[in-house]
Structure formats: structure tokens, C-alpha cells
């Protein structure tokens, strides 16, 4: 049992993350390793599937049913003063953000989730962050990038966050 201690303690020194984060990383890295399914370590662990996908992304392992992949790419465009689409690479429209009055409203099409926001960039990436966690459920892949570019012409990453760090979190498994 000491063993297991100062592995996740040295994962944590050599990834500079907490003792807690590197435990949760290399006790489903090694459920990966044994050969279980992302779907098993969410039963073993009580994860939620998002979450266990965003550690093996981050640290970047794979299990039997998901390794990270090439992201589906989906862009909020804007379409006139007021309203913004996110649309899939093929111009597809799969959700909506409108103003109303002085705040911005952006909903999935044919209903479901809806977020506010006083800036459109905040409502944006609140519904980004709950499309991105049902992806598998809405277009069928677990990896998306959802991005938005404001009015000043900056492209940002709404969601996932993904680890500034990912290269050191790898090391710091195999090491």
C-alpha cells in the first residue's frame, strides 16, 4: 500500500497537480491498463463519463471504448447584431444565442438546454460546457471543440478546458 502512496505522490510533485487529482488520474490510468472500458471505470469509480473522458484526454491515456481523438469542430458564428448560431463544419445550425434585452439567451435547437448570459461569450460558453459533456449523446463522438470568436477578433476555446499541461501529466504517468 506504501507503494501505491508515493506513486501518487510523485505523479502529483512531477505533474504539479494535488495528491487527490494525481490519485483519481493513476487509478484510472490503471484501469485502463488492465483493459476496462471507460463505461466500467465510471461504474467503479461513480464518475460521470465527461469527467473520466476529460482525465484520460488530459493525461492522455486511452481505454478499450475511447481514445482521444480529432475533435468535431463547432464555431459560433455571428449572424447579425443581436444573434449568434453554432454550426457544425458543414454550416449546420445547432444552436441559437439572441439578446434580449441587455442580456443573451442561447439555447439548443429543438429544445432542451438554454443559458444566460450578459455578454454573449458568457452564454455562449455556458451551453458549450453542457454540449461538450453530452456530445456522445448529441452528434455521436466524444471529442468536440466548441470555439467563438468576439468582437474583437479573437478566437477563444469555450469548451473542453483542456490542460495547458497535458505533455507533463503524460510524463508524470509514465514515469
Known amino acids: ?53 476529460n482525465v484520460a484526454r ?41 439578446s434580449n434585452h441587455g442580456d443573451y439567451v442561447a439555447e439548443w435547437r429543438g429544445g432542451g438546454n438554454a443559458e444566460s448570459g450578459s455578454k454573449p461569450e458568457v452564454a455562449a460558453r455556458r451551453l458549450s460546457i453542457e454540449i461538450e459533456r453530452q456530445s456522445l449523446k448529441l452528434f455521436g463522438v466524444d471529442d468536440v471543440a466548441i470555439g467563438f470568436t468576439g468582437p474583437d477578433g479573437v478566437r477563444e476555446r469555450l469548451a473542453p478546458e483542456v490542460a495547458a499541461n497535458s505533455q507533463k501529466f503524460a510524463e508524470a504517468l509514465a514515469a
Not at 15 to 38: C, H, M, R, T, W
Not at 58 to 85: C, M, N
Open 58 to 98: 488530459d493525461w492522455g491515456f486511452q481505454f478499450t471504448d475511447y481514445a482521444p481523438s480529432l475533435p468535431l469542430p463547432l464555431e459560433w458564428h455571428k449572424v447579425k447584431r443581436g444573434i449568434w448560431e453554432l454550426r457544425l463544419p458543414d454550416g449546420t445550425a445547432v444552436a441559437d444565442m439572441k
Open 1 to 53: 500500500m506504501d507503494n501505491v502512496g508515493r506513486l501518487y505522490s510523485q505523479v502529483a510533485a512531477q505533474a504539479d497537480v494535488s495528491p487527490e487529482k494525481a490519485q483519481v488520474a493513476v487509478y484510472l490510468y490503471n484501469l485502463a491498463q488492465q483493459g476496462k472500458s471507460i463505461g466500467d471505470a465510471c461504474r467503479m469509480t461513480r464518475m460521470e463519463r465527461p469527467d473520466v473522458r
